[in-house]
């Protein structure tokens, strides 16, 4: 079993940035590969970026093309953790952003941009 937790969120004008952080309370994140979602209020749960686990180092890593350029995840396997850089936020990224590793999901944490 696998407990997830996500932190980093907040609120941040338009243009700034935010580190959000995936980690693991019970379990390992390092030998599987972790997405992150975002949803935004009366919108569907969307898939915003997926890193391969650690043995796939040259797996894919995928983005939507809404974040692309903007967002970067990584992992750090020593702090178990995964990351999700955001920068150049924008009014329309504003959502509570969950991690996943199927089946399980964090409680999520809620990123605000606006002036």
Same mark, same amino acid.
């Given at each position: 079993? #696998?407990? =997830?937790?996500?932190?980093?969120?907040? =609120?941040?004008?338009?243009?700034?940035? =935010?580190? =959000?952080?995936?980690?693991?309370?019970?379990?390992?994140?390092?030998? /599987?590969?972790?997405?992150?979602?975002?949803?935004?209020?009366?919108?569907?749960?969307?898939?915003?970026?997926?890193?391969?686990?650690?043995? @796939? @180092?040259?797996?894919?890593?995928? /983005?939507?093309?809404?974040?692309?350029?903007?967002?970067?995840?990584?992992?750090?396997?020593?702090?178990?953790? #995964?990351?999700?850089?955001?920068?150049?936020? @924008?009014?329309?990224?504003?959502?509570? /952003?969950?991690?996943?590793?199927?089946? /399980?999901?964090?409680?999520?944490?809620? #990123?605000? #941009?606006?002036?």
């Amino acid at each position: 079993q #696998v407990q =997830l937790v996500e932190s980093g969120g907040g =609120l941040v004008q338009p243009g700034g940035s =935010l580190r =959000l952080s995936c980690g693991a309370s019970v379990g390992s994140l390092n030998y /599987y590969a972790i997405g992150w979602f975002r949803q935004a209020p009366g919108k569907e749960r969307e898939q915003i970026s997926c890193i391969s686990s650690i043995s @796939r @180092r040259d797996g894919p890593i995928l /983005y939507a093309d809404s974040v692309k350029g903007r967002f970067t995840i990584s992992r750090d396997n020593a702090k178990n953790t #995964v990351y999700l850089q955001m920068n150049s936020l @924008r009014p329309e990224d504003t959502a509570v /952003y969950y991690c996943n590793k199927p089946p /399980y999901w964090g409680q999520g944490t809620q #990123v605000t #941009v606006s002036s």
